[in-house]
């Protein structure tokens, strides 16, 4: 079945960098389109950045364009999500996304915790 584990999360001081991994199995990672979205504490889940199957299009919310990247390497079954000049509303739980360009199934990783805080 189709796994996602996410990492890199952590604790950072506003102003610094972090870059999650998300490794994907159980799945041709190619044929997916993968996202990032995150959950702080008393809210919703909400979009962070998307990368369509080949990784030539991507979509950052507005909260965090200029400051994070997301990338993937197929034959690293890998996506990436490069978060610098964080602040502290970046704070939350951030999870892995996978949706199948044809199916439109969707799974997600168990999330990985990122606080930003002096």
């Known amino acids: 079945q189709v796994q996602l584990v996410e990492s890199g999360g952590g604790y950072v001081q506003p102003g610094g960098s972090l870059r999650l991994s998300c490794v994907g199995s159980?799945?041709?990672?190619?044929?997916?389109?993968m996202g990032w979205y995150r959950q702080a504490p008393g809210k919703q889940r909400e979009l962070v950045a998307t990368?369509?199957?080949?990784?030539?299009?991507?979509n950052n919310a507005d909260s965090v364009k200029g400051r994070f990247t997301i990338s993937r390497d197929n034959a690293k079954n890998t996506v990436y999500l490069q978060m610098n000049s964080l602040k502290s509303e970046d704070t939350a739980v951030y999870y892995c996304?996978?949706?199948?360009?044809?199916?439109?199934?969707?799974?997600w990783g168990q999330g990985t915790q990122v606080t930003v805080s002096s």
């Open positions: 990368i369509s199957n080949g990784g030539s299009t991507t």
């Open positions: 996304n996978a949706k199948n360009i044809v199916t439109r199934l969707t799974y």
């Open positions: 159980g799945m041709i990672f190619s044929h997916y389109t």
